[in-house]
T-cell receptor, first 113, second 113 residues
């Protein structure tokens, strides 16, 4: 089974700091890379996503950086806030044909006040 | 309407009970999914329906029985579950079965006693 490897498993960042979560994939057919944010007791919510034709995508305080040659992508959360404390999952899929999301194992982020 | 609605939010059932989980979306999405999520783990795909037909069954035990009555509804019938089946059950939908643009519901927290 094609995997998406995510690190770190957990992360503690001070308020105002930068949170960085990294993912690596193997399947070169993947062409869609979303990040999901999940709060306890809730379902995952799409945070931001990128396709491999761009190297960076920014939405507010959230930025995805994408390195196609290295098959790696990362999520940067600028000016991290306590409300950002959640579990973050990277994922990947192929948008052609029948495909489903392949999730990373998740990163528990705690932003300390 | 941009939501996936799941009911009930919480369910406690005995190992001899029969119960059903319900999922509803009105976004016109033609692919719907059932996921199982254990604590501190990523969602694990169980079933995929595409255009109301079961397209993927990830070797799920027969005590879980999915049903798609129409393009907006997805049910998961539960019978003779085991305590290890206790988990958060998530429903998701997407425009089509192409690994893109998933919307997740908030889930049903299932406890088997």
């Amino acid at each position: 089974q094609q995997q998406v490897k995510q690190s770190p498993q957990s992360l503690i960042v001070q308020k105002g700091g930068i949170s960085i979560i990294n993912c690596a994939y193997e399947n070169t057919a993947f062409d869609y890379f979303p990040w999901y944010q999940q709060f306890p007791g809730k379902g995952p919510a799409l945070l931001i996503a990128i396709r491999p034709d761009v190297s960076e995508k920014k939405e507010g305080r959230f930025t995805i950086s994408f390195n196609k040659s290295a098959k790696q992508f990362s999520l940067h959360i600028m000016d991290s806030q306590p409300g950002d404390s959640a579990t973050y999952f990277c994922a990947a899929s192929s948008t052609s044909g029948y495909s489903t999301l392949t999730f990373g194992k998740g990163t528990m982020l705690l932003v300390s006040p | 309407d941009t939501e996936v609605t799941q009911t009930p939010k919480h369910l406690v059932m005995g190992m001899t009970n029969k119960k059903s989980l319900k999922c509803e979306q009105h976004m016109g999405h033609r692919a719907m999914y059932w996921y199982k999520q254990k604590a501190k783990k990523p969602p694990e795909l169980m079933f995929v329906y595409s255009y109301e037909k079961l397209s993927i069954n990830e070797s799920v035990p027969s005590r879980f029985s999915p049903e798609c009555p129409n393009s907006s509804l997805l049910n998961l019938h539960l019978h003779a579950l085991q305590p290890e089946d206790s988990a958060l059950y998530l429903c998701a939908s997407s425009q089509d079965h192409g690994g893109y643009g998933y919307t997740f519901g908030s889930g049903t927290r299932l406890t088997v006693v």
